[in-house]
């Protein structure tokens, strides 16, 4: 058995950036709506902070939470986040549950990005098929 760990401090789950132009948190949560296209964005109470710092953490990414606050993100976003997750965060910064699935689907881009530069004659194709098993009504 070989260990899956993470040796190179450069890279690991999650990202923050800064955005260009700080967004008050309802422009902010339509952005995030836009962006992942989720049935529903479940959030914290607006604080009535602007939001210029962000973390992200694609998929079930809660256990970043407190990496998020001392990076001194505005807002953290991810999916799959529990109740008591929301509560822990509640009034320390707006933390956005975008969805699983929905927060994971950008990545194929990505790849895709770095694949087609590495063998450019590789013949890339994306699949059509949802594997989304979360609906909304």
Do not use: W
């Given at each position: 058995l070989y260990p899956l760990l993470n040796e190179w401090k450069g890279a690991g789950l999650g990202?923050?950036?800064?955005?260009?132009?700080?967004?008050?948190?309802?422009?902010f949560l339509?952005?995030?709506k836009k962006?992942?296209?989720?049935?529903?964005?479940?959030?914290?109470?607006?604080k009535g902070s602007p939001v210029k710092r962000v973390a992200l953490c694609g998929?079930?990414?809660?256990?970043?939470?407190?990496?998020?606050?001392a990076a001194g993100a505005d807002a953290f976003v991810t999916g799959d986040v529990k109740y008591?997750?929301?509560?822990?965060a509640a009034g320390r910064l707006l933390l956005i549950?975008?969805?699983h699935y929905?927060?994971?689907?950008?990545?194929?881009?990505?790849?895709?990005?770095?694949?087609?530069?590495?063998f450019p004659n590789f013949a890339l194709r994306f699949s059509e098929t949802i594997t989304n098993p979360i609906n909304c009504y």
């Open positions: 990202c923050v950036g800064t955005l260009e132009n700080e967004m008050d948190e309802k422009s339509g952005l995030c962006t992942f296209s989720p049935c529903c964005l479940r959030h914290t109470a607006l998929g079930a990414g809660f256990q970043l939470f407190r990496d998020a606050m008591h997750q929301f509560a822990e549950d975008a969805g929905e927060t994971e689907k950008h990545s194929t881009e990505i790849i895709y990005e770095l694949l087609i530069k590495k």
